[in-house]
């Protein structure tokens, strides 16, 4: 049982560039979440997924795109790479909404320096 | 803007302390509160969830919940060395019954603890 994994661990990208960042869990989990998180500040949602085929915003989703074909996998789209667009994004799943407690499993991260 | 409050520390206690890290939120009708340590350069991991005013106890972990105060924290008794890192205060801030799937999270507090 791997968890949630990511892909990949680190990326530079030029601004302009496109990119997908990868994420998969295998625990069959129907929430799973995007995140970006900057030096000393704490997590914004980018985008989330309540299962295959539904997607919302969330806190801060301009410059990003997800889709959700299936369970284990919820890809996030970088569209025109930006400066502000470097940080670590994690990726999150949870067998229950937040509003059930459900807790929130993480994947390792994903590092992306846009210079 | 629904907020969650933090103190970003660093927070320094001697082993064998206790560490008391707070956490306080604007919303009101918020539901559940997570603690979430989170070791440098890795992803974060979930300690300890409280939805109930009172405390609640897991080992050298205590969380204290205070909704008429809004106010959430983290306790850890006979701190060590390993308990370094950034722990996270994560709060459900939408209407309950698990209709809500978010999590707003806080900057976070460093704890030092020096052996």
């Known amino acids: 049982n791997a968890g949630v994994t990511q892909t990949p661990k680190f990326r530079i990208l030029k601004i302009g560039q496109s990119m997908t960042l990868q994420c998969t869990q295998d625990m069959n989990h129907n929430y799973m979440y995007w995140y970006r998180q900057d030096p000393g500040m704490g997590l914004k949602l980018i985008y989330y997924?309540?299962?295959?085929?539904?997607?919302d915003k969330g806190e801060v989703p301009n410059g990003y795109n997800v889709s959700r074909s299936t369970t284990e996998d919820f890809p996030l789209r970088l569209e025109l790479a930006a400066p502000s667009q470097t940080s670590v994004y994690f990726c999150a799943s949870s067998s229950r909404g937040s509003g059930d407690l459900g807790e929130q499993f993480f994947g390792p991260g994903t590092r992306l320096t846009v210079l | 803007q629904k907020e969650v409050e933090q103190n970003s520390g660093p927070l320094s206690v001697p082993e064998g302390a206790i560490a008391s890290l707070n956490c306080t939120y604007s919303d009101r009708g918020s539901q559940s509160f997570f603690w979430y340590r989170q070791y440098s350069g890795k992803s974060p991991e979930l300690i300890m969830f409280?939805?109930?005013?009172g405390d609640k106890e897991d080992g050298r972990f205590t969380a204290q919940l205070n909704k008429a105060s809004q106010y959430v924290s983290l306790l850890i008794r006979d701190s060590q060395p390993s308990d370094s890192a950034t722990y996270l205060c994560a709060v459900n801030m939408g209407p309950g019954g698990g209709s809500n799937y978010k999590l707003t999270f806080g900057k976070g507090t460093l704890l030092t603890v020096n052996p």
């Open positions: 997924s309540v299962g295959a085929g539904i997607t």
């Open positions: 409280i939805y109930s005013n």
